[in-house]
């Protein structure tokens, strides 16, 4: 896949499992099926956040190299 379209995912991975965890946050105490989506949620958005991080960070960097002094002190 082409890095742009792998960015569009990762956003819109980001934000429906964004979505889900906020719905069913009122649920945690009720229901055990729903904190169970809940923390499977926040896994899952903990984890397209770094897929999207290292999307927008993995072109290789040229390392820097230190510039050589003009004259030397003397």
Sequence with gaps: ?????KKEVA?????ASLGVTVITAPFL???KTMKNIHTGAGVLLTGTALWHHFL????KKT?????APD????
């Design 29 to 31: 105490k009720k229901n």
């Design 63 to 67: 390392p820097k190299t230190p510039a």
């Design 11 to 15: 956003k819109i991975a980001m934000t």
């Design 1 to 5: 896949m082409d890095r742009e379209i």
């Design 71 to 74: 004259k030397p002190i003397s």
């Design 56 to 59: 927008y960070h993995s072109e």
